[in-house]
Each structure stands twice: as C-alpha cells, then as structure tokens.
Nanobody, 115 residues
Framework: QVQLVESGGGPVQAGESLRLSCVAS????????MAWHRQAPGKERELVASITPGSRTNYVDSVKGRFTISRDNAKNTVYLQMNSLKPEDTAVYYC?????????WGQGTQVTVSS
C-alpha cells in the first residue's frame, strides 16, 4: 500500500523560508521519479518541482531560483526547500510522482505566506 506523508508547512511572512519533507512507503523509492504539487484555494492542482531517480530536477517557471527539490533515498524522503516565499505560494503542498501519480495522495501540508 502506497503511503505519502508530507510535513513542514506552516504560516510565514513574505521573504522567509520553509523546508517541506515527504516520507514515502510501499514503493521502491529509489526507482521512482518524485515531485511536489500544490493546490491553492479554488484552483487546480499544479506541478511545482520534480526529481528523477538520477537526481535531475525540473521546476515550474514561477519558482525557479527560489525552490530546490532534493531526495534522500536512504530515508525514502523527498524535500522541497522554499526560499523568498511570496503570497502567491500559499497552497496545500503534496508529494507524488510527477505524471503517473499514485492514487493514494497524502493529506498534504499547508503553506500560508502573508504580506
């Protein structure tokens, strides 16, 4: 059974930083591409950042230069370092595969950026 557990979110002011974590179980983690998605109130879910098994990364234009995705295969964990946060980053953040997503989404972690 696939389980994805996100943590690390919270309320911050614009310009501050957060690091999100996601622990995965029930999969061969080292062989999976992983990603962070986010969903703002009333909007569709958006793919934000992805990382391949070989640690190649990709980002949506709006977060390039501010966010960094990384992984620790020994801990079955993917991270999202978020710097210079903006109010437009406010959303619930989820981890999953970037495209062929597992149906078992986690609860997500709330990020709220105030101005």
């Amino acid at each position: 059974q696939v389980q994805l557990v996100e943590s690390g979110g919270g309320p911050v002011q614009a310009g501050e930083s957060l690091r999100l974590s996601c622990v995965a179980s029930g999969i061969v983690f080292r062989l999976n591409a992983m990603a962070w998605h986010r969903q703002a109130p009333g909007k569709e879910r958006e793919l934000v950042a992805s990382i391949t098994p070989g640690s190649r990364t990709n980002y949506v234009d709006s977060v390039k230069g501010r966010f960094t995705i990384s992984r620790d295969n020994a801990k079955n964990t993917v991270y999202l370092q978020m710097n210079s946060l903006k109010p437009e980053d406010t959303a619930v953040y989820y981890c999953n595969r970037p495209y062929e997503t597992y149906i078992n989404w986690g609860q997500g972690t709330q990020v709220t950026v105030s101005s």
